[in-house]
């Protein structure tokens, strides 16, 4: 009966640490890929991880930079404000094509507050070419003096 309860404790010890093992040095896989990402963030899917940029453009101080995760092959637009004080309203894009043809694009508001940033949502997939724009709006919601970076 001993020699049953012995082994019986080594086969539990052995389970868990053969648990524990794949969890060291193992990174997290990434919460979507390609289209996948589509409207997702990329801080709450791990993708911001990777993250290179890829181009930027400065509008009067508003900063729009194009940011690409490899491993989740998305993209996703981080606009930055360096003017001060901000008198316009302003935004940023990350538009998606298909050669010529834009596909979709998402938006976020330029921080108001000096050298805060935001981002926009990911788009996602390795056969599209995607670029950042930033621009004003107008009191009347009209758009004016957009600036956008060249597709990658």
Do not use: H
Not at 9 to 16: I, L, M, P, Y
Not at 76 to 92: D, E, N
């Amino acid at each position: 009966m001993l020699k049953i309860a012995s082994r019986v404790a080594a086969v539990s010890a052995a389970t868990v640490v053969m648990g524990l093992i794949p969890l060291a040095g193992t990174s997290y896989a990434a919460g979507c890929l390609g289209t996948s990402c589509d409207n997702q963030g990329p801080k709450g899917t791990g993708c911001e991880g990777d993250a290179v940029g890829r181009g930027s453009v400065d509008n009067n101080g508003r900063v729009a930079e194009l940011r690409w995760s490899p491993k989740c092959q998305a993209a996703w637009v981080r606009t930055t404000q360096k003017a001060t004080p901000s008198w316009y309203s302003s935004y940023a894009t990350i538009e998606k094509y298909e050669g010529n043809k834009l596909v979709r694009s998402l938006s976020v508001n330029t921080p108001q507050t000096y050298n805060s940033s935001d981002w926009s949502n990911m788009l996602g997939g390795n056969i599209y070419t995607y670029r950042a724009c930033v621009g004003f709006t107008k009191d009347s919601g009209a758009p004016y003096g957009v600036q956008c970076t060249n597709k990658w």
